[in-house]
C-alpha cells in the first residue's frame, strides 16, 4: 500500500511513521482564555491550525492513527477533509488498514471514519479509552450540554454509530504489539491518550491534541484552549509530557502543529520549551 503525503515518513527501528495532511483550520484568538494581552496579539484576529494524521507501518499492521475531519465540518473549516476525499490514496487503500487509534473523539479526528453513515475503513479494529467512547455515547448527554453545544454532540454520536461493531476499548493504556502503545493524556478530552511508538532502541510520540498551539504552548504550556474539557488537567498533562520529550529527546508530532515535521523540545529555564524541527 502506498499513501501520498508531502512529508517523508519517520523511521523508528523497523517502523514508518507517514504524516498525512487533512488541510487545515483557522482559530479564532478568543479560544485562548487565559493568554496574556502579549499572547493573544500573536494570535490574532486568528490562527492557523494544521490538522495532521499519521500512518503508522510495521510490517505487521497499517494503523491509522485520526481520521481527519472527512466532509463534516467544511461548512466552517473548507480546507479540512483532504486525506479521505474521495480518491485519495488513503480511501483507495482502505481495506488494507488494519488497525485505527482515535486520540480521541472529536469531529475533526473522527469525520473522516464514516461517509453515507458506512464505515469507510470496514477491516480496521479502532482502539479507544473506555471513558472517550462511554462519555460522547451517553444517550443523556445531549441534554445535559448547553444548547449551543448539541448539534457537535449530535453530529459525534452520528459518527460513532457506525464504527460501533469495530471499536476495542481499553481502560487507559493498550499495547497494539510491534512497536505501537497508547496512553492516558487526560484533560483535552476524558479519555484523550496519546501514541508512543519504540522500536530498536528508538521511540517517538504522538500528541494528539494535548497540545494545540505551537504558537502559544511550547513558551507557556499552562495556556488553556476553550475545547479542552478540563484546562487545568489538560495544562498539566502538556507539562509532564513536555519534561519527558525534553529531558529523553524523543522526537513527536502532534495533530494542530502549523506543519506535519516532527522535532524535538528543548527546556529554556523559564517554565517553556523551544521547538526544534528534526532536519
Known sequence: MSITSTTSPLHIGDIAITPLSDGHLDIPAAYFSNASDEEIQAVSPTTRFGATCWLIETGHKKVLVDAGSGTWLKARFPETGCITAAGSSLINAANDITDIILTHMHADHIGGLVA????????????????????????????????????????????????????????????????????????????????????????????????????????????????????????????????????????????????????????????????????
Open 116 to 279: 453515507d453513515g458506512q464505515s469507510l475503513f470496514p477491516n480496521a479494529t479502532v482502539h479507544l479509552q473506555n471513558s472517550e467512547w462511554a462519555f460522547w455515547t451517553d444517550e443523556n448527554l445531549v441534554e445535559a450540554v448547553p444548547e449551543d453545544k448539541k448539534p457537535i454532540v449530535h453530529l459525534i454520536q452520528s459518527l460513532a454509530r457506525p464504527i460501533a461493531s469495530q471499536i476495542r476499548l481499553h481502560d487507559g493504556s493498550a499495547d497494539l504489539e510491534n512497536g505501537v502503545h497508547v496512553a492516558g493524556a487526560p484533560g483535552h478530552t476524558p479519555g484523550h491518550q496519546i501514541v508512543r511508538i519504540s522500536s530498536g532502541g528508538k521511540q517517538a510520540m504522538l500528541l494528539g491534541d494535548a497540545l494545540v498551539s505551537g504558537a502559544l504552548q511550547f513558551t507557556n504550556p499552562d495556556v488553556h484552549y476553550a475545547l479542552d474539557s478540563a484546562p487545568e488537567t489538560a495544562a498539566a498533562t502538556r507539562k509532564t509530557l513536555f519534561a519527558e520529550l525534553a529531558a529523553e529527546q524523543i522526537p513527536f508530532a502532534a495533530t494542530h502543529l502549523d506543519a506535519p515535521d516532527f522535532g524535538t523540545l528543548t527546556a529554556t529555564g523559564s517554565g517553556g520549551y523551544h521547538f526544534k524541527p528534526l532536519a
